[in-house]
């Protein structure tokens, strides 16, 4: 006799020691996510089928895999194809934080990076950034933890997978910021709205932000603003469409200005609006926005 199986849901969350990756399991489990941790990434088809057996199944699974598992890059690829052969469509969630951010965090707790060996602290960080590379790369999401607390980082992981069916719908965020704080590091597409005059410039507006009706009609009421959104909207619909036939379920567009208070806010706005008007869960973010 066969046994019967169902299909799990399985997140895979991995990414740079420090990033967070405990504060994410954490979050999904709380979320009811059967949470694995440190998993090696040749037993993930096993933790598949064990999770989809009919009497005892679980439906939602989050593995965490780091580099403490060797041959990292070639057994998470192998097992994630062995997966998909198997009808079983992982997502990877990558955690990523800068240097600064990481060096802060291990020296708080006063532990050695786990590729450290007898060098220092951005030896063993730069080490990992090579072995997580081609990962990172093709990650389904990508987050960057950087200047990021506990909490915050849990209501980023809430506001993924809080209300997620697993369905593959694609779910956008739409993040505002000022290019000269730099990009966005977990951007999939960026967009630069420097191309339409700053409000900074007008004495009355210089205080407000995107968010504020003056500001968003100075912005929207220039030349080519609204020949922009049209052209951007058939853009993101092409792309969403493609997005979700490839199985891509988080997609990240960065709109960025100088310094991510008037033009960019007010655009990230209006492009969230319109994606939503396409059916898509967006959520804004504006990165920048009280930095100055």
Not at 253 to 260: H, M, Q
Not at 270 to 289: M, N, P, S, T
Request: with cysteine; hydrophobic share 40%; glycine share 8%.
């Amino acid at each position: 006799m066969t046994t019967e199986t169902k299909v799990p849901d399985i997140v895979i969350v991995t990414g740079m020691s420090g990033a967070g990756r405990s504060t994410a399991a954490k979050s999904l489990e709380d979320l009811d996510w059967f949470v694995v941790d440190n998993l090696p990434p040749g037993l993930l088809a096993t933790m598949a089928d064990l999770g989809g057996r009919v009497k005892d199944a679980v439906p939602r699974i989050a593995v965490v895999v780091d580099v403490r598992s060797r041959a990292f890059t070639e057994d998470l690829h192998s097992s994630i194809a062995e997966l998909e052969a198997r009808g079983v469509h992982p997502r990877v969630v990558f955690l990523e934080a800068s240097d600064a951010d990481l060096v802060r965090r291990f020296e708080s707790v006063r532990r050695p990076h786990p590729l450290q060996g007898d060098g220092r602290l951005v030896d063993g960080i730069a080490r990992e950034r090579e072995l997580v590379r081609e990962v990172r790369a093709e990650a389904d999401l990508v987050i960057d933890t950087s200047g990021l607390n506990v909490h915050e980082l849990r209501a980023k992981i809430i506001g993924y997978f809080g209300t997620d069916t697993g369905e593959s719908r694609l779910r956008a965020t739409v993040v505002s910021f000022g290019y000269k704080y730099g990009l966005p590091v977990d951007a999939d597409l960026v967009v630069d709205c420097r191309f339409l005059p700053n409000p900074h410039w007008v004495p009355e507006l210089r205080p407000k932000t995107g968010r504020d009706v003056a500001v968003r009609d100075y912005v929207l009421g220039q030349r080519g603003a609204k020949e922009f959104l049209e052209a951007y909207t058939d853009v993101l619909r092409l792309l969403a469409d493609g997005y979700e036939r490839e199985g891509k379920h988080y997609v990240t567009l960065a709109v960025g200005c100088t310094g991510g208070k008037h033009r960019s806010v007010a655009m990230a706005e209006q492009i969230a609006a319109r994606l939503r008007d396409e059916g898509l869960d967006v959520q804004v973010a504006h990165r920048d926005l009280g930095r100055e």
